[in-house]
């Protein structure tokens, strides 16, 4: 069993996991903004901007650690 978590289907579907897990959880943070910061509903379009960039960053520093793993280097 442990042989099919090493194959490349697995491997971008963990991918895909984390991304949504990690999107999922900054835009969270952004609606606890929103609801719970006077500006928040005035800075709506800039926080979804800024859940963007931090996600872009976080998976950039994820994907090259997971491709090692993932393709055996």
Known sequence: ??????????????????????????????????DFWSQGT???RGLFWGVVIVWAVLMAGFLPRHLM?????
């Not at 069993?1 to 971008?12: D, E, P």
């Not at 793993?69 to 280097?73: D, K, L, T």
């Open 69 to 73: 793993h993932m393709f055996g280097a």
């Open 1 to 34: 069993m442990i042989g099919h978590y090493k194959t490349v289907v697995f491997g971008l579907g963990e991918v895909g996991l984390v991304g949504a897990i990690l999107f999922h959880a900054l835009n969270g943070l952004r609606i606890i903004l929103v």
């Open 42 to 44: 005035k800075r709506q």
